[in-house]
T-cell receptor, first 112, second 117 residues
Framework: GQQVMQIPQYQHVQEGEDFTTYCNSS?????IQWYKQRPGGHPVFLIQ?????EVKKQKRLTFQFGEAKKNSSLHITATQTTDVGTYFC????????????FGQGTRLTINP | DGGITQSPKYLFRKEGQNVTLSCEQN?????MYWYRQDPGQGLRLIYY???????QKGDIAEGYSVSREKKESFPLTVTSAQKNPTAFYLC????????????????FGSGTRLTVV
């Protein structure tokens, strides 16, 4: 079945540094969703991208969907300690029960 | 406030026991899902349900069972056949939007941590 590969698995940064996580697929994605899971918490929906080349911003977070719709990225500018957590990308099925297929996630830790 | 509630937050299971995890939502969502998360891992789909009285197996359904008798409820039973049940279990729900492209994501519950003792 569809697999979404996410890299890196872990990332440690100094507070104030930028952070990027990448999501890749061998086949064309219908869409890509991004979630954040704080330590000990549950995933929280951040955003969905659908269009080729789409770019969306949420304050310091920038989400991109590749032109070929086979990759996506999440970039955080000037990280803060509140950004700590695991970031997941996922493709939402467009048929049936519209299952989410998740990437493995990137765990972000920050040195204050 | 609308939301999705999982209980209990922590659950301890003895070898050979069946246990049931509760998941209730008041969001009027059509679809509900159960995921399993192991430490440092991603989320793997156990079961999902698009409508009442209908559900399908996900990628790792062996040793689990579900029911969907009400739209609001989707309990998960971890049976004694599940050999490695210790994990974090997450329930989620969403609107079923058909072919319509929307910006709806899943809403997750706060999870149940199951430990075999």
């Amino acid at each position: 079945g569809q697999q979404v590969m996410q890299i890196p698995q872990y990332q440690h940064v100094q507070e104030g540094e930028d952070f990027t996580t990448y999501c890749n697929s061998s086949t064309t994605l219908s869409n890509i969703q991004w979630y954040k899971q704080r330590p000990g918490g549950h995933p929280v929906f951040l955003i969905q991208l659908v269009k080729s080349g789409e770019v969306k911003k949420q304050k310091r977070l920038t989400f991109q969907f590749g032109e070929a719709k086979k990759n996506s990225s999440l970039h955080i500018t000037a990280t803060q300690t509140t950004d700590v957590g695991t970031y997941f990308c996922a493709e939402k099925g467009i048929q049936g029960a519209q299952k989410l297929v998740f990437g493995q996630g990137t765990r972000l830790t920050i040195n204050p | 406030d609308g939301g999705i509630t999982q209980s209990p937050k922590y659950l301890f299971r003895k070898e050979g026991q069946n246990v049931t995890l509760s998941c209730e939502q008041n969001l009027n969502h059509d679809a509900m899902y159960w995921y399993r998360q192991d430490p440092g891992q991603g989320l793997r789909l156990i079961y999902y349900s698009q409508i009442v009285n209908d559900f399908q197996k996900g990628d790792i359904a062996e040793g689990y069972s579900v029911s969907r008798e009400k739209k609001e409820s989707f309990p998960l039973t971890v049976t004694s056949a599940q050999k490695n049940p210790t994990a974090f279990y997450l329930c989620a729900s969403s609107y079923w939007t058909g072919a319509l492209v929307t910006n709806y994501g899943y809403t997750f519950g706060s999870g149940t941590r199951l430990t075999v003792v």
